[in-house]
């Protein structure tokens, strides 16, 4: 069975058009997605790279690196998305090969074949993240790096991403989120060494809503991002 929830798959599907609109709901996305490709550039230097990206929407993130020189394949299974990150290219003349395809079949089909793996802001969207992790795990080389992100799981995280988030700034719609689907750094951490995955890096990703920026530190209480190793 499909490790994906259709109505998760349509909601992005629905606002896929405003997906690179930097004042949409997909404002977070392009606020953070400068920290967050210096973060993964730091890490294996993007540069001549080839990077799979899980669950890539319309392609802030894949179109990101690619600009840093990397050879990007991005995957979803929302078709709009990938229809906008498409036709963006053309605009921006940047090369990736965007797939609609589970990550648990192409890790069928291209076993060990990529350098690193990002999966970000994706596994609170699926029914098991865990399988999505393990397929990340095979997809990359001995050795590669997979980088995830997602909420935490905790009061605070409920009242930051789903109450303040979507209905006191507004700035994501209401139901973006599902609280239960929220997972804490020691589940994503057992996950992914279950996978063969060793964890090396836990960075938190915190919003000031006075200066309206994001920072990465040392708080991991709502957004957090896991940088992996795939052992050899
Ligand atoms: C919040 S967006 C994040 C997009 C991108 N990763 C980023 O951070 O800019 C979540 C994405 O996950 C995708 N998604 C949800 N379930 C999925 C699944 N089972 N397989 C692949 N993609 C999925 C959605 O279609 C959507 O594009």
Redesign the pocket.
């Known amino acids: 069975m499909l ?3 259709q109505a ?2 349509d909601k ?1 599907g629905e606002l896929a058009h405003r997906w690179w609109d930097p004042n949409s709901e997909f404002k977070p ?1 392009h606020d953070i997605n400068p920290l967050r490709i210096d973060w993964i550039d730091q890490a294996i230097s993007l540069a001549g790279k080839r990077v799979l990206d ?4 319309g392609g ?2 894949s179109e990101g690196m690619a600009v840093r020189g990397a050879n990007v394949t991005g ?4 078709e709009k ?1 990938l229809g906008v990150a498409k036709l963006h290219l053309l605009e921006t003349g940047q090369k990736v090969d965007y797939r609609k395809i ?2 648990e079949e192409l890790a069928e089909q291209m076993p060990g074949e990529f350098d690193a793996v990002t999966c ?3 596994l609170e ?2 029914p098991n993240p865990s399988s999505v992790i393990t397929a990340c795990a095979r997809l990359v080389k001995p050795g590669g790096q997979v980088f995830l992100s997602t909420l935490n799981r905790n009061p605070k995280s409920y009242l930051f991403a789903v109450i303040g988030a979507e209905y006191v700034l507004q700035m994501l719609p209401k139901g973006t989120h599902d609280y239960a689907r929220f997972i804490k750094p020691s589940e994503l951490a057992r996950w992914a060494k279950m996978a063969n995955l060793e964890p090396e890096e836990l960075v938190g990703m915190s919003y000031n809503p006075l200066t309206k920026k994001y920072s990465l530190g040392k708080d991991t209480s709502v957004n957090y991002l896991m940088r992996t190793i795939r052992h050899v």
């Open positions: 490790n994906a929830d998760e798959l992005f996305l899980v669950g890539c929407g802030l993130l995957i979803d299974l929302s998305p589970s990550v970000l802001e994706m969207h699926v």
